[in-house]
Nanobody
């Protein structure tokens, strides 16, 4: 089993920054893909970014490219999402997730483990 715990959400003005963290425990993650998803009120959960635990390859949804950066600290078993130039449309509950294959990275249904979510609110 894998346990994921997010932190770092909050309220920020448009143009501001936040850094989300996802602490992972329970298993080794050398072959895992770790991702961030978000869900705004009344909308489907959508893919944001993913990182390959071994090697560090990354992939982003177009709407956050150049503004968000996903990274991981292997020693701490922690993944991060640095969010800059935040916009009101980034407001959502952000979830971290894990899967044990580097494939089907954008589909929430392919992820095996999920955190509880952290709220990000961007005011205009």
């Amino acid at each position: 089993q894998v346990q994921l715990v997010e932190s770092g959400g909050g309220l920020v003005q448009a143009g501001g920054s936040l850094r989300l963290s996802c602490a992972a425990s329970g298993r080794t993650f050398s072959s895992y893909a770790m991702g961030w998803f978000r869900q705004a009120p009344g909308k489907e959960r959508e893919f944001v970014a993913v990182i390959r635990w071994s090697g560090g390859s990354t992939y982003y949804v177009d709407s956050v490219k150049g503004r968000f950066t996903i990274s991981r600290d292997n020693a701490k078993n922690t993944m991060y999402l640095q969010m800059n130039s935040l916009k009101p449309e980034d407001t959502a509950v952000y979830y971290c997730a894990a899967k044990n294959k580097w494939s089907s990275l954008k589909s929430q249904y392919e992820y095996d483990y999920w955190g509880q979510g952290t709220q990000v609110t961007v005011s205009s």
